[in-house]
């Protein structure tokens, strides 16, 4: 300590100080969100973030011409086991919602100051505006619907210039959706950085009213934080790999896990993926066998690592998933990671071919009953590739 400069330490304390003062005063408030989670056609869930501990609820309005302030509009708590949820990140799910149907909402949260015995000291309340602006609004899938549209990026690593520059090119306004296939981070390390890297942006432009579906990568495993993603991007079932029906298309979304084997330095022994992955594929057989996936006009997967490249996660992929997805009939498969754009197929064994987005390109797809158009956009909106996957007969 004694060679330290005097001013640098009183620097160091006048900024801790002020930086606990201000945690300590700063007044309640939502700090991230709201945004939607697993969107379909009956429910939707609904995150957020406030500053401090707190009580959840959204309150939901027919999409009339009635104010908000009409009349006490329905409440849904973020609940478990019949306990509202006291806490900072904040999930109500929204279930019986009536299929292609926009609903308004408002997200509110009310400090909980102390909880002693069965006595709950509650603080002030926050909640999204709906007095001077519009109540925010999603819509229920429509099953029926005979088009559809959507966008998938990917290998981001907390560019948030570079994804706000893709999702403009793929014009994301008219998309009715966006998937993240995975690496939007290089690693979590804290709430600040899941929200600062990548989705403060996603909010502000379309996730609070456009639906955004998540395929995990590699880099969404790592760091001290990583064990909280299920909690940020909530399932109805749980799990981080699933089907997801839309209109005319079912995506297969799995979950690719690490890259290296389970026991390789950089993970000091804490993951499971290849048993995780075995895991999946047994599900994976089970969920080809449901009407969701059977009816569909098309079969499209989504796993952020490719099946090829010789890494062990990749070779995993191509194992355990591939010959599955192929014998299902799949159309197409949508990868990242390898940070170059490439196709590859079909090719014996494999009838679909592999598209692997890279980091800074966009795929932009176009689903219609006679057929499903697909073009790669670059930075400057430039045409990569482009593709049409046939309807099954
Ligand atoms: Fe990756």
Redo the contacts with the bound molecule.
Sequence with gaps: MKNCNPILILIFFVFTFLNGFSQEEAPFSITHGPYLQHLTDNGVIIVWTTNKNAVSWVELAPDDSTHFYLTERPKYYSAVYGFKDVGKLHAVRLENLLPATTYRYRVYSQEVLKHEGTKVQYGTVAATKVYKQDPLEFTTIDQAKKNLSFLII??IHGNNEMMETLLKQGDYQKSDFIIFN??MVSDFKSEEQLFGDFMDTAIKLFAREKPMYYAR???ETRGIFANAFPYYFPSPSGKLYYLLRQGPICFVVLDCGE?KPDSDIEYSGIVAFDQYRDAEKAWLEEAFKSKEFTDALYKVAVV??PPFGGWHGEDEVAQKFVPLLDKAGVDVMFC???HQYIKKGPQPGIRFPIVVNANNTVVKAVAEENGMNIKVLNLQGGIVDSMIIQPEK
Excluded: A, S
Aim: aromatic share 0%; charged share 25%.
């Design positions: 990917n290998d995975g690496d990568g590699n880099h890259d952020h690592m990242g990671h390898l």
